[in-house]
């Protein structure tokens, strides 16, 4: 199975290839003329400029094959060469119900690739916030289209672990509570198995420890001691280390389970410390380091650069491995380990440059084995101000605080729609956080992730509007219909469309694999939002246009329940893809 232009496509291509012309150009496309035709397909254009003739002569000769052909109902021509195509009633529901009997709802199979998707990058001991935020939801929608699509995915959440800030932590600590057991250089363990700090603690540490480094170099230079010791080892700070971390990542996983955003691996930057030296020899072996004023460097500059890229810093010239660094050892280690085809970076685009640099000098250190890797850089999340988001008091925002403040706006709505006064407490908390995270993430993922986009909370709960509301509203009112039809005895049957609206409902569902195709190619979940929106659409005229219950035309009234219940399945397929959960009702 495939979308119909891409059935279509397969038709039309054979008839150019009949005609002595290369297959390709007889892609068909959705019309952009739906008044006069379902498809086009304009490849006797580009096909004349190559075989120099003129477009209306290949364009005749194409239609007079395709005359041939019983499931066209109006072949013309228009303009210079555009080929106009509709289908007949009786292809369009042979289609229709091939696709009710399909798992994968017409989605073709493809070769199946190992992907190694990064998406969090949330950092120990900080608070995650809404600069992490769009990351999780942009990469966690690309890990399930790539997954639905075929291929083997393993979502990373690659914490922030390592580097400066531990030793800001752990010197910060140490002052408070010199006598604490992790102090004492000459203690080498076994440790207390309780951690020293809470959660929240570790959370007031942060902000207190970086502000003293910033006022005072001394502080600076201790803390930059201590990160030190900690990457050589020191049992004390190790130990400590490994407190901070667990601690965190309990809130981590409660945070990101929250918002329904998965990981397979919990590793961080600390976890590929072991292979840092190793690799710096290897890549020094391979002639690709320099020395520079102290400091090891890769040089990652081309000649076709249209800006500078300045060199990779490798080492530093006290010594200390860099971000850039545990991102290339962090390469070596997914080689290690997973062997990816590719490597997918969904990280803020203000790093761009790092990757530039990190892809280029893994290249040319030939440390990403087969991976092919990627940064797919989002904008900013700003506020109804234009400037990046925070809380009223101008603070950055907690993830947690977030999902409440989203599920309250949510419950709001809720009521103001007169839903919900039947259910449990249980059940209007549950709904409620389904409705506000699918807002939440609807809003996200229907704007193209490079651009900045505005959270405006107003705007994105509507249930009326490209929204995630909307959307989920109209899949529970099909979910409630089919209910309703299954108590009165109706079940879906065969497919045939026989009004305007089923045509076009019918055209949508046969062109769903073109948006996530072009979702997974484009790495661009906004396809997928737009095609789900699209299909809300032409699902809300049909269903305004046609009676389904009360249809007295068995055939008609079990071929409509058809439409409703592939419908449904794509609305929740999409959404799934989008990382939204649909309730049963709302
Ligand atoms: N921890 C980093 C930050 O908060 C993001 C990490 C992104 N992933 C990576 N492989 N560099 O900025």
Redesign the pocket.
């Known amino acids: 199975m495939s979308s119909l232009t891409a059935l279509l496509s397969d038709i039309v291509g054979a008839a150019f290839a009949a005609c002595d012309l290369p297959a390709e150009y007889g892609k068909v496309t959705v019309s952009n003329r739906p008044d006069l035709s379902q498809f086009q397909c304009n490849g006797a254009l580009a096909a004349a400029k190559a075989a120099k003739q003129p477009p209306r002569q290949i364009a005749d000769r194409i239609v007079e094959k395709l005359q041939a052909q019983p499931m066209f109902r109006d072949i013309s021509l228009a303009g210079p060469g555009f080929i106009n195509l509709s289908v007949t009633d009786a292809w369009l529901a042979e289609q229709m119900n091939r696709l009710s009997q399909d798992d994968r709802l017409g989605m073709p199979a493809k070769q199946k690739l190992m992907v190694v998707l ?6 120990i001991a900080k608070p995650m916030h809404v ?2 935020l769009r ?1 999780a939801i942009i990469g966690d929608s690309i890990r399930r289209i790539f997954a639905f699509v075929g291929d083997e995915t393993v979502g990373d959440v ?3 672990d390592w580097g400066l800030q531990m030793g800001m932590l752990i010197s910060e600590l140490e002052i408070r509570h010199p006598e604490l057991p992790y102090f004492d250089p000459k203690n080498t363990g076994p440790f207390p198995a309780d951690s020293p700090v809470t959660l929240r603690e570790l959370e007031e540490l942060y902000p207190t420890a970086s502000a003293a480094c910033k006022a005072d170099p001394a502080r600076l230079e201790r803390a930059r001691q201590a990160t030190a010791e900690l990457q050589d080892g020191r049992p004390g700070y190790r130990a400590l280390w490994q407190h901070f971390f667990d601690i965190s990542v309990d809130a981590m996983k409660r945070d990101y389970g929250n918002l329904g955003v998965h990981f397979d691996l919990w590793k961080g ?1 600390a976890c590929v410390n072991d292979l840092i030296a190793p690799m710096v020899e290897e890549m020094k072996a391979k002639g690709v380091v320099e020395e520079s004023d102290g400091a090891l460097i890769v040089r990652v500059a081309e000649e076709s650069d249209k800006m500078e890229i300045p060199p990779l810093i490798l080492v530093k010239s006290d010594g200390a491995a860099m ?1 850039s660094t ?2 290339l050892a ?1 390469i070596v280690d997914r080689v290690n380990c997973q062997n990816p085809d590719r490597i997918i ?1 969904v ?2 685009h203000r ?1 761009h440059l ?2 530039v640099q ?1 892809f280029r000098a893994a290249i040319k250190a030939g440390l990403n084995g087969k991976a092919s890797m990627v940064h797919l850089g989002y904008g900013t999340m700003n506020g109804t101000d234009g400037k990046p988001f925070k809380t009223r008091t101008g603070g950055v925002m907690k993830l947690d605080d977030l999902i409440t403040m989203v599920s309250d706006e949510a419950k709001k709505r809720l009521t103001e729609h007169g839903l919900g006064s039947d259910y449990t407490p249980e059940e209007r908390e549950d709904i409620a956080r389904k409705v506000g995270v699918a807002s939440l993430k609807f809003a996200d993922l229907s704007n193209n992730p490079i651009a900045n986009y505005v959270f405006d909370l107003d705007r994105f709960s509507r249930f009326e509007g490209k929204t995630g509301p909307y959307l989920l509203y109209a899949a529970v009112r099909i979910k409630s219909l089919l209910r309703k039809a299954e108590a009165q005895g109706d079940k879906p049957g065969a497919i045939i469309p026989t009004a305007a609206t089923e045509r076009d409902l019918a055209l949508m569902l046969g062109a769903m694999p073109d948006a996530i195709i072009g979702a997974y190619e484009d790495l661009a979940p906004n396809r997928i939002a737009d095609f789900a929106y699209t299909l809300g659409q032409t699902f809300s005229s049909f269903y305004a246009a046609c009676h389904i219950l009360s249809e007295q035309d068995e055939a008609i009234r079990r071929s409509r329940l058809a439409l409703c219940a592939l419908t449904l399945r794509q609305f929740e397929l999409c959404l799934s893809l989008l990382g939204i959960e649909t309730p049963d009702r709302m």
Do not use: K, L, S, W
Not at 118 to 123: C, E, H, K, R
């Open positions: 990064d998406y969090g990058g949330p950092n600069g992490h990351a690659h914490m922030g930057e971000y545990t991102d962090t970076y990280v803020d790093q790092h990757f990190v």
